[in-house]
């Protein structure tokens, strides 16, 4: 592996900082300036829907959908293309069965939904190890690639480094968290999503011009490199044939992806029901156009 050259590690490592700075900044500048649980859990439901769309999209779309779907559809093609239409299906479910009742029936996080029906401690004791339990495997996951792309990004390839890489950006994200609450914490996700869907089109459309604006060209490039030839496009390759495996797969993605803890939290920010059925519109429409692009 040749890695970058030392000039592009310079600007990876200028724009990385730039990229701290000014995603800090943006979160003192928009987080709650007081002790006020309201205003640093729903940020006062000052959002709009597009931007509470935006938001929920940026939650969804995290490093695990973009590197580990670009790499199962690159190696297994039709498996990744399926798994990539279950990541939708899981927003359409959770748009058309749970944001409004979510929203209607909880103040801040779901562990209110349960605690209204349930009064006690026991049910948000439960509520926070269930969301611990859920959420730290996923933790590790994201920040195991982002650290890990991010010292091949900045050259360094010592394990050392990368652990340091890994723990670094958890704190960076606690930090965001703590000082930006939900209103601070989305304007950073919209601005990802916007940097995201950029980056994506700009290079969906570099790969489609090298193949003419042809997809079928663009198939038959996929089918050889990948190996497989014409099974690329064939189910059932993910788990050897396995339909029990690929079906309880598909199955965990489409009912739990989308009802994570921290996209939940999300549709208490919206003002009323009628926004938070417009934010869910935005966020369906903007993965939809995120997993295409991944897709090429």
């Not at 929920?56 to 690159?74: E, F, N």
Request: some cysteine; charged content about 10%; overall charge neutral.
């Amino acid at each position: 592996m040749n890695g970058f050259s030392s000039e592009a590690q310079t600007m990876s490592l200028m724009a990385f900082i730039a990229v701290i700075t000014v995603t800090l900044l943006l979160c003192v500048m928009t987080g709650p300036d007081r002790d006020d649980l309201g205003e640093f859990y729903t940020g006062y439901r000052s959002l709009t829907p597009m931007q509470s769309g935006l938001a929920i999209a940026g939650d969804y779309i995290s490093a695990g959908t973009v590197l580990g779907t670009i790499g199962i559809i690159a190696l297994l093609g039709y498996d990744g293309l399926t798994l990539t239409l279950s990541t939708v299906l899981s927003l359409v479910l959770m748009m058309f069965l749970l944001a409004e009742p979510l929203r209607n029936a909880g103040r801040f996080t779901m562990g209110d939904v349960f605690g209204r029906r349930a009064p006690g401690p026991v049910v948000r004791i439960t509520a926070a190890a269930v969301t611990l339990t859920a959420l730290l495997p996923l933790v590790i996951f994201q920040l195991a690639g982002a650290g890990d792309l991010l010292a091949v990004v900045l050259g360094f390839h010592a394990d050392g480094f990368k652990t340091g890489s890994i723990v670094f950006l958890g704190l960076l994200m606690i930090t965001y968290a703590a000082i930006g609450g939900m209103k601070g914490t989305a304007f950073i996700q919209i601005v990802k999503t916007v940097v995201l869907l950029g980056a994506a089109t700009v290079i969906a459309v570099l790969i489609l011009e090298r193949f003419d604006f042809s997809p079928p060209a663009l198939l038959d490039a996929a089918k050889e490199g990948s190996g497989l030839r014409d099974a690329y496009l064939t189910p059932g390759l993910q788990f050897g044939g396995d339909g029990l495996d690929m079906v309880s797969t598909q199955l965990t993605v489409v009912l739990g992806a989308a009802v994570l803890p921290h996209i939940t939290m999300r549709m208490f920010t919206a003002r009323n029901a009628r926004a938070v059925r417009r934010s869910m519109s935005w966020a369906v429409s903007i993965v939809v156009v995120a997993c295409l692009l991944i897709a090429v």
